[in-house]
């Protein structure tokens, strides 16, 4: 049973390009979660979806970032223009929702260096 | 603003010895609190969990206390292996089985063989 899934593990980028981070949830885990941990520091949310929805979003910067969690498809991660203070390590976690645990099953992350 | 404040950045033990790894927090509705492990460049590992009607939990060589009253969270690892050398988030959320988490900066123990 594969576990949570992201690629790709190294993305370099210069200032000004897209980032494209994606995540395959364990399987039959419906509910996925974005982290982003910058260096010397905890991880901290960025967005919660279900397929196709985005429940909540209060952790994602107002600009430049979006998420998605299409019907078909891992969930993607997108960073436009790029700049220096994103480089972070981007972590993905899932769960199978409808059970109260609290316990998320993260990859094993994807680290974005900016250029 | 740190809702969730582990304030020992390191921690070295010596192997066979009790590691104790402490987690403070400020949010009132925090009613749920996790630990996770995690070694350098893989993902966080869920460890060990505890509710807020309770305040303790164990499971084998690894237990939680719970003080409500002082908004004080601890893991004790005992005794403390050198495969235990990672670094340990504590994460708690609002509204029980919300999974959404609110992580601490980590403390990075080190067990000395």
């Known amino acids: 049973n594969a576990g949570v899934m992201q690629n790709p593990r190294h993305l370099v980028r210069r200032r000004g390009q897209e980032a494209r981070l994606r995540c395959s949830p364990m399987?039959?885990?419906?509910?996925v979660y974005w982290y982003r941990q910058l260096p010397e520091e905890g991880l901290k949310f960025m967005v919660y979806?279900?397929?196709?929805?985005?429940?909540?979003e209060s952790g994602m910067p107002k600009e430049r970032f979006s998420a998605e969690f299409p019907k078909e498809g891992p969930s993607i991660l997108r960073i436009q223009q790029v700049v220096r203070g994103d480089s972070a390590a981007y972590f993905c976690?899932?769960?199978?929702?409808?059970?109260?645990?609290?316990?998320?099953?993260f990859g094993e992350g994807s680290r974005l260096t900016v250029l | 603003d740190q809702q969730v404040k582990q304030n020992s950045p390191s921690l070295s033990v010596q192997e066979g010895r009790i590691s104790i790894l402490n987690c403070d927090y400020t949010?009132?509705?925090?009613?749920?609190f996790l630990w996770y492990k995690k070694y350098p460049a893989e993902g966080p590992t869920f460890l060990i969990s505890?509710?807020?009607?309770?305040d303790k939990n164990e499971d084998g060589r690894f237990t939680v206390f719970l003080n409500k009253s002082a908004k004080h969270l601890s893991l004790h690892i005992v005794p403390s292996q050198p495969g235990d050398s990672a670094v340990y988030f504590c994460?708690?959320?609002?509204?029980?089985?919300?999974?959404?988490?609110?992580f601490g900066t980590g403390t990075r123990l080190t067990i000395i063989p």
């Open positions: 979806l279900q397929k196709e929805n985005i429940i909540d």
């Open positions: 949010n009132s509705m925090f009613d749920y």
């Open positions: 399987k039959g885990h419906s509910h």
């Open positions: 994460a708690a959320s609002a509204n029980f089985g919300n999974e959404k988490l609110t």
């Open positions: 976690a899932s769960s199978p929702g409808g059970i109260d645990t609290g316990e998320l099953f």
């Open positions: 505890i509710s807020s009607i309770k």
